[in-house]
């Protein structure tokens, strides 16, 4: 009897086994009830209620409703009700193995390209997906890189048969990389090019190469007809009717003045991705309402000078400043990592966010900064039911565990190519 | 011969000089014209060496040497007489370390994706790595240079030691004299000292391509060259050992780049009874007492760092209190050896334009160094360094007439060198400083009469012209020729341009009115300019910054000591049987925790309240590669197990700090993972503030890295040529390396030692272990199989990240397994990585850590190992004891550290939070029973940088304003040591700052 158990278990872990057999969830049939949770609303704040989950939409409301038959009930006591994670500024599934070229898709040729669509290439079926929902991440911004407008980004959703399906805000995005305005160093061995080139000189070039480009898209776009169609300025035309904002990835002082000296010459709506020395200029950024995407908490500090706690408490200087700011992982290995994103976020907490304003940066600022607030990013009524329960504290890796993610109301799988595997090894060693 | 005339016509054939001493070997074209080159010096104070000062002398030379020094000496009959007129003569200095004469050396290149060079490009029978130019006799391509020649004259130079500055093994160097002769005349010593360095120079060839490959080639060259002498048939002649062996009786001269390369020198001479002289970098004084313990001769130089341009504060930020510390502090560089009572001599090397050497000097002065010490270091020192006492370094009969005759004391500020004497022939230099013209004078134009006053010194003198008008006047003199010029008021802006010859007190000549009128002209002196007496420098009372150590921004004026420390009623996680103590203390004294329990008392102890506080073991790190320079991977063969991370170790690296901030107490360097058989790794303590040895943990087994998989077989590389290029190769370079470590192991007396070999049969007979890089479930298998055949365990499998699937048969095999918590995906080899990995390996039985290989996430390495909780959940315990008892257990040192027991080491962190959690901070970090990381004292070593740096800044923007010439800012950043050659985790500013450069293409 027992080793027909043991079989039977067997089969059904084989049946679950590979990620290839695991889908996105369909959409929402049954009203969810989440009652009993503290909830995390995302925008600094913490409340009691109920989480009612109706046609993919969130009410909250003070008390439970009466829980009828063809609702789903979720006991939550003790737990805790999060919105969604949102990781920015990635290249996720656009990348499979970062150092396999065939497997990565976000740094196009060329120098100018804003028509090229990162959408077109996200591939819903990597295998690092999954392993980002499981930890709550469940939308993301596809960013292409590459070249000195690298082109459109989209926000997805994590749970999609095809790109199209996982489309959230299309094309709302386009990205720009600042030249580093810095002096090459003297003491590190310079990757490319053994020239002794002025960067500063030439960065501020490049600089002057983009602002034509932007000038002349602009006039074309004061005109509605043309004999000839240019793809890279009507790519553009979002940012001049700021209904897409402009990514400038920096993180040096005068690369982010230059930015936003830029932006402000054509009225962009701007966002600094990177931003590294932000925590300088706070009060620039706050007046000339720039949004942060800071990279990585869990960096090494700028300098050696630096305080070595630096990168962890920058987002609080922020925060002091009225910044708005958000998080990325955007490092070489950013797409994988992003699944520590909360605990990025933790540790801002431990440098001198409250713990639900580091959530906030990771949800409701995310949002903001991304133009999709009004349907996602928090716990409000009306918005998207994107959110996940978490038995324990969702920043701190001690207690955090997923327990229910949702996305626009569809219960998704948390399972992923790593719980999987550890399955498989349990079932090999007999652990139980 | 009183006659000013007289000199100045002397010395204009000097100018031209005939040789004094014709090669008699050569055949004439000419009449033979023999010449005794027989000068007397009178009236001159003649600085006989730098304690002997002869007033009002008189120097007598003949032949290009001494005859006679002193006072009240008869003057030869047949001997030119010259009148110093109370100047100075020293002997002329000697430059110790100089490449006068050598042809420019090529600066060589290293490109991994190129095909490897594995052997020596140099033909003919020599070593088999074109670094080791030991074959090398500098006086046999020496030529004479004499443009560089004059450089060095006008600085007083009359004698060099040169040598071919070329790779690690230089050759020998040769003693020449400065003076504009047939090579054949200025060589003096032909074999004067063998040299030395660490930098392989214009070498192609792959090997070494890491400053610890220099190390073992130098060291296996020691080694090879006592093996030579027993005549080996095997290696044929080989003519670079042997000259190795005939060099070893003369002076050994190591040029290195940095103070930590200076003791990295001595080191390796000390493993070989050899003392070398040390040929500095300038940033000594920063570990003066460990330059003193070396008892090495030091060749200084004093090129000190151009002062940067930082009018931009954000350029500013970039450049690191430490670099300007070095700034403000170079120049004390000499003095600090002078204070130490360390012998130097000086040298020009380094120094862009030699111009600067007296200049830079006298700064030296200012700051602390002796005129006395100074004039050694540029005399008798030197010459003792090269054995050249005998002819040069002092003034006395007998010695090469190398002399230079000066204004006034030579280090003094407005000190003018008149002429430099080489083997008895004169060069001159300011020429016009033999007369000194200032002074008053009648001057009379046509029948106009004027006072003349001209002031300063040759080349630079001021004049004045007064009359009912006080006018300033050109004036140019050149020789005995000289020029005025002027324009008096009422001239309306035209010139009179007066030209004329001067004779002692007297000058004449003629000239043209402003009018266009011819006129003569004519001054007479009437009284000499009164001799400035405080013509010298005075020492300025300049502020200064303090040495600390380390010497950057987080470094402190003493080194934290171990202290008696009482930790009161904490959570105490013991990893010990106790399990984890409510409410205890934790007493530390000498080093040690002598007592854990409640309610501890000693009345000696620093008390520390842990009250809502943990206190773990300190975390180690079994996997890294912070603390290392020169690069952390020697890459140029398969197998490279002769190379020594102990030989690299950096205790300035700030990312140790930055990880003792993160309760990281001991952390094992390792060598990188491009190559199957690595180097030998390193176990570090981070005793912040210490040198390498400091650093070093005490009595340990040493380990020595392995690698499997894409970063041996270069998978990144599409021209890779180095064997092997496939996991089926690299189990063939394991069989084949111990095959001939065995084979080795059983040779008699008399072999040659070969170090790659001695570290594998180190590890055959369980004296040396493995920490292996290792990925995928088919190459660990493999290895497993290597060592079971050659009868070894592979004591640790590090990164690992399929372990999982083997870890029963790593378990039967007795392995530890070191890993990541959650990397993955970012190569092939890493596909199927998964966070559950530590978890399953130690289900299994294994003993199992988190290690970090990245020095952004050693700070976090408590929380890495809290993943596991998170993901697989693994007890609390457990997880934190994987980064700190297990990887003290697969260190074996775990009697010592990575639990919290009475006699173990007092390494622990005190956190402000349960250590598992994203909210816990290292408080206290405690090595040894220091406190090397604190973080209130963190906060005032920040404010103090601050401070330091922006008076530093000041002081830069100062300089400049003041006239000192700048260069643009240029940002230090800190490049990481990478395990792998392509694949970079990207954690740093300058990695995201270097991509945008590409990507932007600026």
């Keep these: 009897m027992k080793k027909i158990f043991i079989i039977a278990v067997g089969l059904v872990s084989f049946g679950v086994f590979a990620q290839e057999t695991m889908h996105p969830s369909p959409a929402q049939s049954k009203t969810i009830v989440i009652t009993g949770a503290t909830l995390h609303v995302g925008n600094g704040t913490v409340r009691t209620g109920t989480v009612v989950i109706e046609k993919g939409k969130l009410k909250i409301e003070a008390t439970a409703p009466t829980i009828t038959a063809s609702m789903e009930h979720i006991d939550a006591t003790g737990k805790h009700v999060y919105p969604g994670i949102i990781a920015p500024n990635t290249n996720l599934g656009l990348v499979e193995v970062s150092s396999t070229k065939s497997t990565t898709d976000f740094e196009e040729l060329g120098e100018i390209h804003p028509n090229i669509r990162s959408i077109v290439a996200y591939n819903t079926d990597s295998k690092v997906i999954n392993t980002l929902r499981t930890n709550g991440v469940l939308l993301a911004q596809i960013v292409p890189q590459g070249g000195l407008i690298p082109g459109t980004s989209t926000v997805v959703q994590l749970d999609a048969w095809n790109w199209e399906d996982a489309a959230y805000a299309m094309d709302n995005g386009v990205h720009m990389t600042m030249p580093a305005l810095i002096n090459r160093p003297n003491n590190v061995g310079f990757r490319r090019r053994e020239v002794e080139s002025d960067p500063v000189k030439l960065g501020l070039e490049r600089i002057a190469t983009a602002r034509n480009f932007f000038k002349e898209a602009q006039a074309y776009l004061n005109e509605k007809t043309h004999a000839e169609v240019n793809l890279k300025y009507e790519a553009c035309k979002g940012l001049f009717d700021r209904s897409k904002s402009l990514y400038v990835n920096c993180d040096l002082v005068k690369e982010m003045l230059a930015a936003i000296q830029f932006a402000n010459e054509f009225k962009f709506k701007l966002v600094i991705a990177g931003g590294a020395d932000s925590w300088m200029i706070g009060d620039i950024l706050r007046e000339n309402n720039v949004a942060v995407i800071l990279s990585e908490p869990h960096s090494l500090p700028a300098t050696d000078d630096d305080a070595v706690d630096q990168p962890y408490k920058t987002g609080a200087m922020l925060q002091k400043a009225g910044v708005l700011f958000s998080i990325c992982q955007d490092a070489s290995d950013g797409y994988t990592q992003q699944r520590n994103l909360p605990f990025q976020a933790g540790t801002m907490a431990a440098y001198g966010l409250t713990q639900d304003q580091a959530l906030q940066a990771i949800t409701l600022n995310a949002a903001k900064i991304l133009g999709i607030d009004a349907r996602t990013g928090s716990l409000e009524t009306g918005k998207d039911a994107n959110i996940l329960i978490s038995s324990g504290d969702l920043l701190d890796m001690k207690s955090s565990q997923v327990t229910h993610a949702f996305i626009q109301g569809r219960a998704i799988d948390l399972a992923n190519k790593h719980t999987q595997l550890f399955d498989r090894y349990k079932y090999k060693y007999s652990i139980k | 011969m009183r006659s000013t005339f007289l000199r100045w016509l002397v010395c204009f054939f000097m100018g031209l000089s005939l040789p004094i001493m014709a090669q008699v070997t050569y055949p004439l074209n000419d009449v033979a014209s023999p010449k005794s080159g027989y000068y007397a010096f009178i009236h001159a104070n003649i600085v006989k060496d730098a304690k002997t000062t002869l007033r009002n002398a008189v120097l007598i030379i003949k032949q290009g040497k001494i005859e006679a020094i002193g006072q009240n000496i008869p003057l030869p009959q047949d001997a030119i007489v010259v009148d110093c007129q109370n100047k100075f003569i020293y002997p002329s200095f000697i430059d110790a370390y100089s490449d006068y004469g050598s042809a420019p050396v090529q600066a060589g290149t290293f490109n991994y994706r190129a095909p490897s060079q594995m052997i020596s490009n140099t033909k003919g029978p020599y070593a088999w790595n074109q670094a080791l130019k030991t074959e090398v006799s500098f006086a046999k391509q020496f030529v004479v240079q004499d443009a560089k020649a004059k450089d060095l004259r006008k600085m007083g130079f009359g004698t060099v030691l040169s040598h071919q500055m070329d790779g690690i093994s230089r050759g ?35 090997y070494p391509n890491s400053l610890m490959g220099s ?23 080989n003519l670079t050992l042997q000259s190795f062996n005939e060099q070893a009786s003369l002076p050994q001269i190591f040029e290195v780049t940095d103070k930590w390369s200076a003791l990295r020198a001595d080191k390796i001479g000390d493993e070989f009874g050899v003392q070398y002289i040390i040929k500095a970098s300038g940033n000594e004084y920063q570990r003066i007492d460990d330059m003193k313990a070396t008892k090495a001769s030091f060749i200084l130089p004093v090129n000190y760092p151009q002062a940067m341009d930082l009018e931009d504060p954000t350029d500013a930020r970039f450049v690191t209190v430490a670099e300007l510390k070095h700034w403000e502090l170079a120049p004390t560089n000499a003095g600090a050896f002078e204070k130490a009572g360390i012998p130097f001599a000086l040298t020009t090397n380094g120094l862009k334009d030699v111009s600067q050497f007296l200049p830079n000097l006298r700064k030296a002065i200012q700051m602390g160094l002796s005129e006395q010490k ?11 360094l090269i054995g050249m006492s005998d002819q040069v370094g002092s ?19 407005k000190t003018q060198i008149v002429e430099n004497w080489i083997q008895g022939n004169a060069y001159g230099q300011v020429s016009e400083a033999w007369n000194d013209v200032a002074g008053k004078y009648s001057l009379n134009i046509g029948k106009d009469p004027f006072s003349l006053k001209i002031t300063g010194e040759a080349g630079a003198y001021k004049a004045q012209i007064i009359g009912k008008d006080t006018i300033a006047a050109e004036i140019s003199q050149k020789e005995s020729l000289v020029n005025l010029g002027y324009t008096s008021k009422a001239d309306k802006g035209k010139k009179t341009r007066l030209t004329g010859t001067l004779q002692e007190g007297k000058w004449e000549g003629t000239g043209q009115l402003a009018n266009g009128d011819w006129v003569s002209w004519q001054a007479v002196r009437e009284s000499k300019a009164v001799s400035d007496s405080s013509r010298r420098m005075p020492a300025k009372a300049e502020e200064l910054g303090a040495v600390v150590f380390p010497f950057n921004g987080y470094g402190q004026k003493t080194i934290p000591k171990s202290e008696t420390i009482l930790i009161k009623n904490a959570t105490v996680w013991t990893n010990e049987k106790s399990g984890v103590l409510q409410g205890s203390d934790v007493l530390v004294k000498q080093g040690k925790i002598v007592q854990v329990g409640k309610g501890l008392k000693d ?9 809502g506080k943990h206190v773990t073991a300190g975390i180690i790190d079994e ?17 490279t197990a002769e190379v020594r991370v102990a030989d690299v170790v950096d205790p300035e690296d700030v990312d140790m700090y930055r990880q003792l901030s993160g309760g990281v107490t001991s952390s094992h360097i390792l060598h990188g993972s491009c190559n199957t058989i690595g180097g030998q790794t390193q176990l570090l303590k981070f005793r912040w503030g210490q040198t390498a040895e400091g650093l070093k943990f005490a009595n340990w087994d040493p380990f020595i890295k392995f690698a499997l998989g894409e970063n041996v077989k270069r998978s990144y590389n599409t021209t890779n040529a180095r064997f092997p290029d496939t996991r089926m190769g690299v189990e063939q370079v394991l069989t084949d390396a111990f095959t001939r470590a065995q084979d080795y192991a059983k040779q008699g007396p008399g072999k040659r030692i070969d170090l790659e070999l001695e570290a594998l049969v180190e590890i055959l007979q369980h004296k040396r272990f493995i920490t292996c890089h290792s990925y995928v479930q088919s190459e660990i298998t493999a290895m497993l199989r290597v060592a079971d055949k050659f009868g070894f365990t592979v004591n640790t499998f590090t990164h690992i990240l399929e372990g999982y699937k083997v870890a029963d048969k790593m378990k039967a095999h007795g392995a530890n397994a070191s890993t990541f918590s959650d990397w993955w995906n970012y190569k092939m080899e890493v596909l199927d990585a998964i966070p559950a990995n530590a978890y399953i390996m130690q289900k299994v039985g294994m003993n199992v850590a988190i290690n970090s290989d990245d020095a952004e996430m050693a700070r976090r390495l408590n929380q890495e190992a809290a993943k596991s909780v998170k993901y697989t959940g693994m007890s609390e315990e457990d997880a934190l004891k994987m980064v700190t008892l297990n990887p003290a257990k697969m260190l074996h040192v775990a009697d010592r550290v990575g639990s919290i027991k009475e006699g173990k080491d007092a390494d622990l962190v005190i956190w402000s939070d349960h250590p598992l959690s994203i909210y816990a901070k290292s408080e206290k970090t405690i090595v040894d029973g220091a406190v090397v990381f604190d973080r209130e004292l963190d906060a005032k070593l920040q404010a103090d940088l601050k401070v330091e740096k922006q008076r530093l800044v000041q002081k830069m923007i100062a300089a400049k304003k003041g006239g000192a010439s700048t260069r643009p800012a240029a940002p230090s950043f800190k490049a990481e040591n990478m395990c792998e050659e392509d694949h970079n985790h990207g954690k740093s500013l300058w990695d995201r700052i270097s991509h945008r450069m590409i990507i932007t293409e600026n």
């Design chain 2, 395 to 413: 003034l006395e009969p007998g010695k090469l007439a190398n002399f230079l005759i000066s204004t006034g004391p030579i280090f003094a500020e």
């Design chain 2, 603 to 611: 009345a000696s102890a620093r008390v520390i309240d842990g009250t």
């Design chain 2, 374 to 384: 100074a004039l050694e270091a540029l005399t008798s020192v030197p010459a003792g």
């Design chain 2, 215 to 237: 190390v073992a080639l130098l060291r296996q060259n020691f080694l090879d060259a006592a093996w030579y002498k027993s005549k080996p048939a095997k290696e044929g002649m």
């Design chain 2, 623 to 639: 996997h890294s590669h912070v603390g290392a320079t020169g690069g952390i991977n020697e890459c140029s063969q398969s197998v």
């Design chain 2, 172 to 206: 020998t160097g040769a003693v020449v004299t400065l003076a504009k002769e047939k090579e054949n005349l200025v060589l003096l010593k032909e074999r004067a000292s063998a040299h030395y360095s660490l930098d392989k120079g214009s070498s192609t060839q792959d």
